[in-house]
């Protein structure tokens, strides 16, 4: 099933898709700022192969990814990988690159 919004990928989708096995011994808290006009900031924090997820802004993240709310969209869809909206510049991040590696195996990105 495709999303439409990210707030619906945040407020369904990933929460049923988070296996915490691919998470033992990781805790993380990744910032993702969505532009556009679904867009927003969410917090996803992984800590004790639990995640959270909230709507705001949280202070000192691992890692920031910037990009837009409809590439966003397209990247949770399959119609654009992460690594080709990077490339592009489309998708841009501060933060460690192994920590942003680990995006994918929570279903992020």
């Not at 011994?25 to 990744?30: S, Y």
């Not at 192969?49 to 202070?59: A, F, G, V």
């Amino acid at each position: 099933m495709e999303i439409k919004t990210p707030q619906e990928f945040f407020d369904t989708t990933l929460p049923a898709k988070f296996d915490p096995s691919k998470v033992e011994g990781f805790d993380a808290v990744f910032q993702l700022i969505i532009t556009g006009p679904n867009g927003g900031e969410w917090t996803v924090a992984v800590k004790d192969q639990k995640l959270d997820i909230k709507r705001e802004t949280y202070p000192s993240p691992s890692i920031t990814v910037t990009l837009s709310d409809t590439d966003f969209v397209d990247i949770t869809n399959g119609k654009l990988s992460a690594e080709r909206a990077f490339m592009t510049g489309r998708l841009k991040f501060k933060g460690s690159i192994s920590t942003a590696l680990r995006l994918k195996d929570l279903g992020l990105l």
